[in-house]
Antibody, heavy 123, light 110 residues
C-alpha cells in the first residue's frame, strides 16, 4: 500500500524554526516528485513547495520563498520541510503528498496525501 | 483570496445530482488539467477526479468532472450521505509557476 506519514509538527515561537518529515512507503520513492500542502484551521488548502524525484528541482509558493526549504533523502525514503523565520500566519496542518511523475510538471496530481501534522506559531 | 473561485457551499437531497463549479483564468484552468479532492470531516484530502475527468480506481462512477475554457465542474449524481464533505479544485498556474487550489465547497446532504 502506498503511504506517506508526516511528523515533526508542534508549537514554535514567532521567528523560530521547525523541520517536518514525511516517511514514504509502498512505492519507489526516488521515482516520484513530492509536495507539501498546508491548511490553515478552518480554511482552505495552499500548496507550499514541491521537489523532483532526484531532488535537483524545487519550487516554492511566494508566501514561503526564502524562509522554507524542501529536501529529500532517497536513501531513507523521507521528505523534509525546513521552516524558518516562522510567522503566525504559517500556523496550519501541513500535508505531504506524492505526485504522479518524477519531475514537477503541471499535469501531476496528488495521490495519496498523508494525515497531516499541525504546526502552531505562537508566543 | 483563492486563485480559483468555488462557491462556499452546495447542498442536495439523497439521490439528487449536484454540481460544484470552479472558475479560473487562462493561466491556470485555461491551459492546464484540473483535479478534484474530497476532504471528509477530520481527514486528509483524497483524490476523486484527475486530468479533468478521470476517476481513480475505487471512486464511484457517480463522480464525474468536466472542463470548458477557464471553468471546470465536479458533478455528483445519486447523492449519498457519505458524500458530505469539502471539495477542492486544483491545477497549475503558469504565471505563478506553482499549484493553486480553489477555496473549497462544503457539500451538505440534506
Amino acid at each position: 500500500e502506498v503511504k506517506v506519514l508526516e511528523s515533526g509538527g508542534g508549537l514554535v515561537q514567532p521567528g523560530g524554526s521547525l523541520r517536518l518529515s514525511c516517511a514514504a512507503s509502498g512505492f519507489t520513492f526516488s521515482s516520484y516528485a513530492m509536495s507539501w500542502v498546508r491548511q490553515t484551521p478552518g480554511k482552505g488548502l495552499e500548496w507550499v513547495s514541491a521537489i523532483s524525484g532526484s531532488g535537483s528541482t524545487t519550487k516554492y509558493a511566494d508566501s514561503v520563498k526564502g524562509r522554507f526549504t524542501i529536501s529529500r533523502d532517497n536513501s531513507k525514503n523521507t521528505l523534509y520541510l525546513q521552516m524558518s523565520t516562522l510567522r503566525a500566519e504559517d500556523t496550519a496542518v501541513y500535508y505531504c503528498a506524492k505526485e504522479t511523475d518524477i519531475v514537477v510538471v503541471p499535469a501531476n496530481w496528488f495521490d495519496p496525501w498523508g494525515q497531516g501534522t499541525l504546526v502552531t506559531v505562537s508566543s | 483570496q483563492s486563485v480559483l473561485a468555488q462557491p462556499p457551499s452546495a447542498s442536495g437531497t439523497p439521490g439528487q445530482r449536484v454540481t460544484i463549479s470552479c472558475s479560473g483564468s487562462n493561466s491556470n484552468i485555461g491551459s492546464n488539467f484540473i483535479n478534484w479532492y474530497q476532504q471528509l470531516p477530520g481527514t486528509a484530502p483524497k483524490l476523486v477526479i484527475y486530468s479533468n475527468s478521470q476517476r481513480p480506481s475505487g471512486v464511484p462512477d457517480r463522480f464525474s468532472g468536466s472542463k470548458s475554457g477557464t471553468s471546470a465542474s465536479l458533478a455528483i449524481s445519486g447523492l449519498q450521505s457519505e458524500d458530505e464533505a469539502d471539495y477542492y479544485c486544483a491545477t497549475w498556474d503558469d504565471s505563478l509557476n506553482g499549484r493553486v487550489f480553489g477555496g473549497g465547497t462544503k457539500l451538505t446532504v440534506l
